[in-house]
């Protein structure tokens, strides 16, 4: 098993930056792909950002590319979330995701942290 904690979460205005942070622990050599993803009042859980296992490959969602980078220290088994830019669409529960090596699911989630810009 794998258990992810996020942190770094809070009210900011818009414009300003937050950096996320999310602690891996567990059977972490299982890990392959980390991401972020996000979920706002009364939507679905959306897709932010995702890394590769060795932090080579970076994807991200249209609303948040140039805005946000995602990054990993497996020296530290965590992985990062930059924000700058923010804007009130921004706002949600963000929520960390691992997935095991040689599957194709994120089976492993943290219990999210609130991100919450106003104008």
């Known amino acids: 098993q794998v258990q992810l904690v996020e942190s770094g979460g809070g009210s900011v205005q818009a414009g300003d930056s937050l950096r996320l942070s999310c602690a891996a622990s567990g059977r972490t050599f299982s890990i392959d792909t980390m991401a972020w993803f996000r979920q706002a009042p009364g939507k679905e859980r959306d897709f932010v950002a995702r890394i590769s296992v060795n932090g080579g490959e970076t994807y991200y969602a249209d609303s948040v590319k140039g805005r946000f980078t995602i990054s990993r220290d497996n020296a530290k088994n965590g992985v990062y979330l930059e924000m700058n830019s923010l804007k009130p669409e921004d706002t949600a529960v963000y929520y960390c995701?691992?997935?095991?090596?040689?599957?194709?699911?994120?089976?492993?989630w943290g219990q999210g942290t609130q991100v919450t810009v106003s104008s």
């Open positions: 995701a691992a997935r095991p090596i040689a599957t194709d699911r994120f089976n492993y």
